[in-house]
């Protein structure tokens, strides 16, 4: 194998990324390290990052906006699929495979050697990055410092990083390994690890994108959402892109207390995780979409979209979202869309979401059937020759079973 001298980085200026920096110069020969950013809507965060990455070693730093991609081509999908993994909105599993796409385009670009990431070797996201990496250059290198350095701990990472002059944003009393986008916020470590602990969620250092359902305002706000096939388009009236809509119910929802969600999941490696997700604006698109979906899909391809949802999550939250059967299952999903469009009110209050009213123009509920009341379309009388056939098996089983006793 010829030598690596230059390394293109997922850098997100956290913990592990910026110690990963003068570690490969170290075991490298001095390599040069490229580092590629993704802004994903986590703005905030992203304050300070070029004086951080040239400090900690960098020749030079790619800040690359993909929201607007992440949004239409991951979470829309996503969401129109009706996908979560055990009730997690997969707000870290979609955004590996973008980012490792422009990773991998800016890697072909500058001639790298190799591609780095900081997952560890206990987690999803080194799957995710690593079969994405695979998808579009399946000859690339892949360097993956968790597995085979000294480093044993995040508080080891911290030392590590004060004796090589790296700076950081956090120290080992705010050491949670937090990951954000534009969809989410993902909290785990520390107290977290004891699924006996509850979180610290008076702690006003903890959740950033919501307020405790408790601290949330008294009166209940009512939001209106309108879809065109499956596609969010307005709110309350007014037409806006997907992502501003996200932008939108991210703070109404984060002012509600809604989409915080305790969970200790099943990781694809075979362990237990526990994590706390803030997924305000993402919690309210998904409901907002499936009560629309009540009206405008039929039985049989409502049953059967939520069979698929289950093997759509897996895919994702597995790290195989450039697969054919995730393509595929992306195809069907597109198909039930498309009279997936109507208005659909809600109430938010104190972390719940109350359905205030859905109207569609290819509704399939009817008033005159559905009524209690009178009507000339709907036959009650009907339901007798239905029941005698549909409970036909029934009668059978029952008759042989009573014939096999008299026996």
Request: glycine share 8%.
């Amino acid at each position: 194998m010829a030598a690596i001298k230059k390394i293109v980085l997922a850098y997100s200026g956290g913990l592990d990324t910026s110690v990963i920096i003068p570690w490969l110069k170290e075991n490298y020969d001095g390599c040069e390290v490229i580092a590629v950013c993704g802004n994903m809507g986590q703005s905030d965060e992203l304050e300070g990052i070029e004086e951080r990455a040239k400090k900690s070693g960098v020749s030079k730093l790619y800040v690359e906006d993909i929201t607007e991609e992440l949004v239409n081509d991951y979470i829309i999908p996503t969401m129109q699929a009706g996908a979560d993994y055990e009730g997690y909105l997969l707000g870290t599993s979609f955004a590996r495979p973008v980012l490792a796409k422009r990773i991998v385009e800016i890697a072909k670009k500058e001639k790298a050697d190799a591609i780095c990431h900081g997952c560890t070797g206990k987690g999803n996201d080194q799957v995710r990055f690593e079969l994405a990496i695979m998808h579009f250059a399946p000859e690339m290198p892949i360097i993956a410092p968790w597995r085979t350095w000294d480093i044993k701990s995040r508080d080891e990472e911290i030392d590590y990083a004060e004796a090589h002059n790296v700076p950081l944003k956090i120290n080992k009393e705010t050491n949670y390994s937090k990951d954000k986008n534009i969809w989410h916020l993902s909290h785990e470590g520390l107290d977290l690890e004891d699924p006996a602990n509850e979180p610290k969620y008076d702690d006003p250092k903890f959740l950033e994108m919501s307020v405790p359902p408790t601290q949330a305002p008294d009166k209940p706000t009512y939001v209106t959402l309108e879809f065109e096939k499956g596609v969010p388009t307005k709110i309350d009236g007014q037409a806006y892109t997907p992502r501003q809509i996200l932008d939108k119910l991210n703070k109404l929802g984060g002012e509600n207390g809604i989409g915080i969600f305790d969970v200790v999941e099943n990781r694809l490696v075979g362990m237990k995780s526990r994590g706390v997700y803030e997924t305000p604006g993402g919690t309210i698109l998904y409901h907002a979409h499936e009560v629309l979906e009540t009206i405008t899909l039929d039985k049989l391809t409502s049953h059967k979209k939520r069979e698929l949802a289950i093997t759509f999550a897996d895919l994702i939250y597995n790290g195989q979202w450039f697969s054919p059967l995730r393509k595929a299952l992306s195809a069907f999903v597109t198909e039930t869309q498309k009279h997936v469009t109507g208005t659909v009110k809600l109430k938010l209050y104190k972390g719940n979401i109350i359905n205030a009213g859905v109207w569609s123009p290819f509704s399939q509920y009817d008033e005159d059937i559905a009524t209690f009341g009178e009507s000339g379309v709907y036959n009650q009388g009907d339901a007798t020759g239905f029941i005698r056939l549909f409970g036909l098996p029934t009668r059978v089983q029952a008759i042989a079973q009573e014939h096999k006793t008299a026996k």
